[in-house]
């Protein structure tokens, strides 16, 4: 399979835990972007990596959000002291370079804060 | 404030019927306009992109239209089969952006 693939699927954590999320793009794919999706509503976007370099980050990414491209290649998304409020989908996505490209998108991680 | 709405926002309707989505957009000047398909629980898959030059994409069963002049757009999908069951959401790109803004979806029930 060569599709953007992330890991874990899903994931169950206590209130004040952190967690760290991984996302694997397609191979050539030097553009990389992470979404939030909470129910109901469509992905919000959350920053974008241009190859290693983090280009951009949503006001949505608080202190407590922070997303790593060391080598180009995967991301990780961790989230520090989770709070309820960020029970959500987060979905990862990549793309060639230029904007006319396609994101294409893996199949996100749930994540349930309790 | 939402830059993209959607309607309905959700729609039943039995197999082997025709439907039309609906997409309002205040994006501009916009790059192009996406829909894409997204099964509960998994990542959304695109359907069809269209630049602002562009009035009207098919894929299969899928339509997608686009009037510039209403910033409306239209995904019209035929014959719908129960595997049709899904959200659509529509998607803008905004010129000179990278950044999509998405709509909420319509969810859509295909019955027997």
């Known amino acids: 399979d060569t599709g953007v693939s992330q890991d874990p699927r899903h994931k169950i954590t206590k209130r004040g835990q952190n967690v760290t999320f991984r996302c694997d793009p397609i191979?050539?794919?030097?553009?990389l972007y992470w979404y939030r999706q909470t129910l109901g509503q469509g992905p919000e976007f959350l920053t974008y990596?241009?190859?290693?370099?983090?280009?951009?980050k949503s006001r949505l990414l608080s202190d407590r959000f922070s997303a790593e491209r060391p080598k180009g290649s995967f991301s990780t998304l961790e989230i520090q002291r989770t709070e309820q409020g960020d029970s959500a989908m987060y979905l990862c996505?990549?793309?060639?370079?230029?904007?006319?490209?396609?994101?294409?998108f893996g199949p996100g991680t749930r994540l349930t804060v309790t | 404030k939402n830059q993209v709405e959607q309607s309905p926002q959700s729609l039943i309707i039995l197999e082997g019927k025709n439907c039309t989505l609906q997409?309002?957009?205040?994006?501009?000047?916009?790059?192009?306009l996406r829909w894409y398909k997204q099964d509960t629980g998994r990542g959304p898959v695109s359907l069809t992109i269209m630049t602002f030059s562009e009035n009207t994409k098919s894929n299969g069963r899928y339509t997608a239209t686009l009037d510039a002049d209403t910033k409306q757009s239209s995904l019209h999908i035929t014959a719908s089969q129960l595997s049709d069951s899904a959200s659509y959401i529509c998607?803008?790109?905004?010129?000179?952006?990278?950044?999509?803004?998405f709509g909420k979806g319509t969810k859509l029930s295909v019955i027997p």
């Open positions: 998607v803008m790109r905004g010129a000179g952006s990278y950044q999509l803004t």
């Open positions: 996505a990549s793309s060639l370079d230029g904007g006319s490209y396609e994101q294409y």
């Open positions: 191979s050539e794919h030097n553009r």
């Open positions: 990596f241009q190859n290693e370099a983090q280009l951009e």
């Open positions: 997409c309002n957009y205040t994006v501009s000047p916009f790059s192009n």
